[in-house]
């Protein structure tokens, strides 16, 4: 399902064009197109990595114990919850639809073939870099030491690919990028802080969630956060316009010395 919804993200990439004068970004459609359509490639072969993983045996399940489990994810071993499973996929499908609400801005409206060029890049970006995770690791899931939970699960292709957190780290994504691109079309907005702060508290919710399901132990939660983050914010960040007033050249000086001293703002 999410890998269909990236790809259904690469016809909007497509129309991106050159920014206009009222964009803070600068965009190419055939690189950054490119960048997306790479990063597609990167989400198929990891699909197909997990596919052709071995999948845990009844015996394999039979030799595993909560004590194997590091410390600090150890209170986790165990959970299972099918009700927190189905509730985190609501905020997680509803992340990818969120940025739609910068179409309510004009000025982002009037950009939004560049724009949702960005968002396919950034989604498909976060794509990759999870089924490409997912397919090389092998961590349990919580839910494989859960004692209530069907063998059928636990012997399923998806047991080991706790390592990390795919649902966290897509939707930090969406929400961040949603963030990212409303602070810099609107530099004095007092919705701002607001802004930032839901786009933090949806994908925490979703960690939360999904910790509570036994899909994913507290550490791969924390990278999936933080991988999601930083894609959300980096892709917009990268194709911001360079602005002569960021440098700044102030004459100084003393008893000792005359120069001059070069600021860079960013």
Not at 61 to 66: A, D, E, F, H, T
Not at 79 to 103: K, R
Not at 173 to 179: C, D, Q, R
Request: hydrophobic share 45%.
């Amino acid at each position: 399902m999410r890998l269909l919804l990236w790809l259904l993200l690469l016809p909007c990439a497509v129309w991106g064009q050159a920014s206009t004068s009222s964009s803070p970004y600068s965009t190419n459609w055939l690189r950054d197109g490119g960048i997306a359509v790479g990063a597609i490639g990167a989400t198929v072969a990891g699909n197909i990595l997990i596919e052709n993983k071995d999948r845990l045996t009844e015996a394999d399940l039979m030799g595993l114990s909560q004590s194997d489990v590091n410390s600090f994810d150890r209170f986790a071993a165990g959970n299972y919850s099918t009700s927190a499973e189905t509730i985190s996929d609501f905020p997680f499908y509803g992340s990818f639809l969120a940025p739609l609400l910068l179409l309510m801005d004009p000025d982002i409206k009037k950009n939004a073939p560049q724009v949702y060029l960005l968002y396919g890049q950034a989604l498909s970006l976060a794509g990759g870099m999870y089924s490409m995770t997912a397919g090389l690791s092998r961590r349990k899931r919580p839910y494989v030491y859960a004692p209530d939970a069907p063998v059928e699960i636990k012997t399923d292709k998806q047991a080991t690919n706790s390592f990390y957190a795919g649902h966290t780290a897509a939707t930090a994504t969406a929400t961040f990028f949603l963030a990212k691109v409303y602070h810099d079309f609107n530099p004095d907005s007092p919705a701002r802080p607001y802004i930032w702060a839901a786009a933090a508290a949806v994908p925490a919710a979703v960690g939360f969630l999904r910790l509570k399901a036994g899909k994913h132990f507290l550490s791969d939660n924390i990278v999936g956060y933080a991988v999601g983050t930083t894609i959300g914010i980096l892709v917009p960040e990268l194709h911001r316009r360079a602005k002569n007033k960021n440098i700044g050249l102030v004459p100084v000086s003393s008893r000792y010395f005359n120069g001059a001293q070069l600021t860079y703002n960013f």
